[in-house]
């Protein structure tokens, strides 16, 4: 179901969740729903879910309409490298890539690479290319537009249930503790699996994505007001 369609009472929390995709994006919109929220819709019908930035495009106008119905909104995001390689891992690459339009100046060309081929695009033009970063700055810019108040969160602050993901359970309105998303065998693993790229492409993307791993460290825990109507 969509939230937005049976969002009736004010008195019902309800939450607007985002993400980059392949960062725990949808294990959060669960657990939120298990824990009573509504929140958009988690197959991304009602195509909020990976919103390039809280200035929807012209032709998402009905997304506007539901953007206003929620209370609050978190943003979740997650090691852009991790993220990319799930795709691959499973996949998703062909999918992603057109469903999710983070990173106009990259596109569908991405399509015509190869993992390998994607790493080496990567280390040659020194930039995070799926979009993550250029999704994150336009949500950190913009998010003042929005008629909530947006928290920012690395999706592995939440499984490690540190001070971050205790200032998310303030802003939530929850019990400390309550918050709680068991982590799936396969993600447990992710770090093997990954190990489909060599040491040394891993070692070149770390080092272009040095500058970009500094600033989501210093957006864990962000929280973005909305601002109030003059």
Request: net charge positive.
């Amino acid at each position: 179901m969509d939230a937005y369609r049976y969002h009736r009472s004010k008195d019902i929390s309800s939450v607007l969740i985002v993400g980059h995709g392949g960062g725990g994006t949808t294990a959060f919109l669960k657990a939120m729903q298990n824990l009573g929220f509504l929140t958009n819709s988690e197959k991304d019908f009602d195509t909020l879910k990976h919103a390039p930035s809280p200035t929807v495009e012209k032709h998402r106008l009905e997304s506007r309409e539901m953007i206003a119905q929620f209370s609050k909104a978190v943003f979740i995001f997650n090691d852009p490298l991790h993220a990319t390689l799930s795709f691959y891992r499973r996949n998703f690459t062909d999918q992603c890539f057109k469903l999710f339009p983070n990173n106009p100046a990259f596109g569908e060309s991405c399509l015509d690479y190869s993992l390998s081929g994607y790493m080496q695009k990567v280390a040659s033009e020194k930039r995070e290319l799926y979009g993550i970063e250029h999704q994150m700055r336009a949500w950190t810019s913009t998010a003042q537009v929005l008629p909530m108040d947006t928290f920012f969160v690395n999706f592995k602050s939440i499984l490690k249930a540190n001070k971050i993901a205790n200032k998310l359970e303030d802003f939530l309105d929850l019990k400390q503790g309550s918050l709680y998303i068991p982590l799936r065998k396969e993600r447990a693993t992710e770090e093997e699996n990954d190990l489909s790229i060599s040491k040394d492409e891993y070692a070149v993307v770390q080092h272009v994505y040095h500058k970009l791993y500094s600033w989501m460290n210093q957006a864990d825990g962000l929280v973005i007001k909305a601002q109030k109507p003059k």
